[in-house]
């Protein structure tokens, strides 16, 4: 199982992200998809997931200014996030979750710096 995070860089406060995360080894369409981010400083925190049925959760740190979503055809996952802050400055890690909990894998994670 390979995941391959993309998508961080330097953005100024107010401005948009869209991560995306692809992967190889697993039948895409029946895993959850997800993101992580770890802070300097702070444990690492669930933002966004996606499950293969189309059931989408957030964060509330994120709720109403990201969208997480999914093209199969791709095998990528992406995260979205909009009107970003300061507070967002992270590691940002894609994860997937295999059907039957047999097991989790994590991609290398790719940061995310907000400007203020």
């Known amino acids: 199982v390979q995941l391959q995070a993309s998508g961080g860089g330097l953005v100024q406060a107010g401005g948009s992200l869209r991560l995306s995360c692809a992967a190889s080894?697993?039948?895409?369409?029946?895993?959850?998809m997800g993101w992580y981010r770890q802070a300097p400083g702070k444990e690492r925190e669930l933002v966004a997931y996606?499950?293969?049925?189309?059931?989408?959760a957030y964060a509330d740190s994120v709720k109403g200014r990201s969208t997480i979503s999914r093209d199969n055809t791709k095998s990528t996952v992406y995260l979205q996030i909009y009107n970003l802050e300061p507070e967002d400055t992270a590691v940002y890690y894609c994860?997937?979750?295999?059907?039957?909990?047999?097991?989790?894998?994590w991609g290398q994670g790719t940061l995310v710096t907000v400007s203020s």
């Open positions: 994860y997937t979750d295999l059907p039957g909990s047999r097991g989790r894998y």
């Open positions: 080894g697993i039948i895409f369409s029946i895993n959850t």
């Open positions: 996606h499950t293969s049925v189309g059931s989408t």
